[in-house]
Nanobody
Framework: QVQLVESGGGLVQPGGSLRLSCAAS????????IDWYRQAPGKQRELVAV???????NYADSVKGRFTISRDNAKNTVYLQMNSLKPEDTAVYYC??????????????WGQGTQVTVSS
């Protein structure tokens, strides 16, 4: 069974930084895409950043220039470096991956989420 485990969330002041990690474990054959989503209270879940196995990257307009997504394929881990954080970045951040195992075709897997709170 594949698991995605996020870490690195917390409370930070406006203008501060956090780095989120998403580690995939289990019987993984390949990971095609890993993305970060976030969901603020009362709002829909939104896509924040995407990185593909080929290294293609995209960001939501609201985080461009402030957030950086990267991946360590050897560790099956993806990072989201978040700088110049704003109160409106406050949300639960979720990792999502499109992956396959030796026993399945491609499917989507979600992590449990990690809370990020930006407040003075």
């Amino acid at each position: 069974q594949v698991q995605l485990v996020e870490s690195g969330g917390g409370l930070v002041q406006p203008g501060g930084s956090l780095r989120l990690s998403c580690a995939a474990s289990g019987s993984i054959r390949s990971i095609n895409v890993i993305d970060w989503y976030r969901q603020a209270p009362g709002k829909q879940r939104e896509l924040v950043a995407v990185i593909t196995s080929g290294g293609s990257i995209n960001y939501a307009d609201s985080v461009k220039g402030r957030f950086t997504i990267s991946r360590d394929n050897a560790k099956n881990t993806v990072y989201l470096q978040m700088n110049s954080l704003k109160p409106e970045d406050t949300a639960v951040y979720y990792c999502h991956a499109v992956l396959s195992t030796p026993y399945s075709g491609k499917y989507g897997q979600w992590g449990q989420g990690t809370q990020v709170t930006v407040s003075s």
